[in-house]
């Protein structure tokens, strides 16, 4: 991150306004992708008018970067009015989509009216591991098409490669394939589950042996040692605010529901019975999410990782408490440095017990 | 360049965040911080008002400097936005 965007950042946290906001304009999707976290319904969504209103409120409330996302939004027969009232608001504008419904006239507006990004899945390079993963016969071809497209025109392009069981081994290809598009590549080895089902798509995970590998490739983490054993904890770590959920960004469904982050599923408000700015200062839930500092999680206080682990609060809230861990980012921690967490250590420890 | 119609350039991601304007350009990802002055010469930059009155009316009065060095430096300003397009010193006034 630039010293510039820390910069914007710390003064966002120091006034209290949420500098970027996630929305879900709907779940529909039209690929059924095996890893997906959402139930794709397609109850109430919020209608132009509404979105209107809240982009409006958005940007009256400080927000800067604004994220599109789905399900996917390109089955809004409304999206391009959605965008340009976004653009009109002069926000930083990123998409999120399969692209798969991204002909020439969509590429002419995502171009004209200024999108800073658009973000796009690619599971393989493999046209039959990508389509086993998103169902639908013929998309990676849809999709690599609709990103050659927006690169004529200059829309800037990323290429996000969530890996999974099936697809571990391909990421070289899919960097190659962003390469040739003049896109960049990032990858995620995070399986998100289902929102009311921590244990769902676990299965889908990457082995141990793998994660592991990831982070000692040279090509993916540069030269920083991302492996090293984590520096002794101090006052600094443990008074550290985790991340930006609740405290500089937020998200809204389909349906107008607040939540600190898009993986972190506490209704805070609903912006149909409350405006955005009442429910981002004076939220019940938003306000216990920014008081909430490392030292007071209960198992990851005392961990040796707790000044460099990834922890997500919304993984560790679907987990169980947002005050506990998340096992997930253990896992990396594990991967990354061959050290055990506090919270693996318990678990283990209960595990002899129970034997 | 005292008499030019300085103008946003169009599509830019803007914000004021605590009195100071922060902008993004879509086409190249840069990210700029203006500080106050910069940002109040940002705001008034329609394309419809000249920088002298921008000045003159706006920068002038509120941070107490004589009409002929914030001048000079608004005009070093909006060459050095517009050396970024992010601006446009436009050299007649825009149509409504």
Known sequence: MSSLMESLNQRALDAGVPLGVHIDLTWRCNE?????????????ELTLDELRGLLDRLAEAGVFFLTLSGGEIFLRGDLEQI???????????????????????????????????????????????????????????????????????????????????????????????????GAEFTLDPTI??????????????????????????????????????????????????????????CYVSPHGDVWPCVQFPVVCGNVRDSAFLDIWNSSAQLREVRAIRARDLTTCSSCGHVGTCSRCPGLAYMEGSMYGPSTADCEKSLARTGIPSANMVRRQSLVQIAV | MSDCYPKRAANLASRVLRGQAIVMNPVDSSLFSLNETATVIWEAADGRTSLREIVE???????????ESALQDAEELVRSLAAASILSPAEESARE
């Open chain 2, 57 to 67: 009316r706006e920068i002038c009065p509120r941070f107490e400097i004589d009409p």
């Open chain 1, 32 to 44: 059924r992708c095996i890893h997906c976290y959402l139930d794709h319904s397609d109850s109430a």
């Open chain 1, 192 to 249: 998100t589950p289902h929102l009311d089902d921590y244990s769902s798509l676990r299965d889908l995970n990457i082995s141990r042996e793998e994660l592991a590998s990831l982070y000692r490739n040279r090509s993916l983490t540069g030269d920083a040692d991302i492996c090293a054993p984590p520096p002794p904890v101090d006052d600094d770590a443990l008074d550290s605010t985790l991340c930006s959920a609740g405290h500089t960004s």
């Open chain 1, 83 to 181: 965008v340009a009232h976004a653009r009109a608001r002069s926000f930083d504008i990123k998409l999120k989509t399969n692209a798969l419904l991204i002909g020439p006239e969509q590429v002419a507006w995502i171009s004209r009216l200024g999108v800073h990004q658009v973000q796009v899945s690619i599971y393989s390079h493999r046209a039959e591991v990508h389509d086993a993963i998103t169902k639908v016969r013929g998309s990676l071809d849809r999709t690599v098409r609709a990103m050659a497209r927006l690169r004529t025109q200059g829309v800037r392009v990323v290429i996000a490669c969530v890996l999974m069981k099936g697809n571990a081994g391909d990421f070289d290809g899919v960097r190659r394939l962003a390469s040739d598009l």
